[in-house]
Nanobody, 114 residues
């Protein structure tokens, strides 16, 4: 499974960005997928996930501000990020879990200025 992430950039606090992740295979074959992020000097943390049945998970720090969604025919997963804060600044990584294997996309930088 190959994943291609895009959509990062520089935005002011309070602004919005949408990240996209394109999968090289049908997302129906993927158990779950979503986004991690890693800020400088910090460990990679799970931001949001979407399971095959549509169940979602969000880190407490982004609940109510971020929304994960998918477009099945396009094999795409999105992360809509609203009310961005400087502490959301990080490299965001798309990931996909297929049975026991985890696949990663390249990171996309999100920078939120205060």
């Amino acid at each position: 499974v190959q994943l291609q992430a895009s959509g990062g950039g520089l935005v002011q606090a309070g602004g919005s960005l949408r990240l996209s992740c394109a999968a090289s295979t049908s997302i129906f074959s993927i158990n779950y997928m979503g986004w991690y992020r890693q800020a400088p000097g910090k460990q990679r943390e799970l931001v949001a996930s979407m399971f095959t049945g549509g169940t979602t998970y969000y880190a407490d720090s982004v609940k109510g501000r971020f929304t994960i969604s998918r477009d099945n025919p396009k094999n795409m997963v999105y992360l809509e990020m609203d009310s961005l804060k400087p502490e959301d600044t990080a490299v965001y990584y798309c990931y996909a879990r297929v049975r026991v294997d985890t696949y990663w996309g390249q990171g996309t930088q999100v920078t939120v200025s205060s």
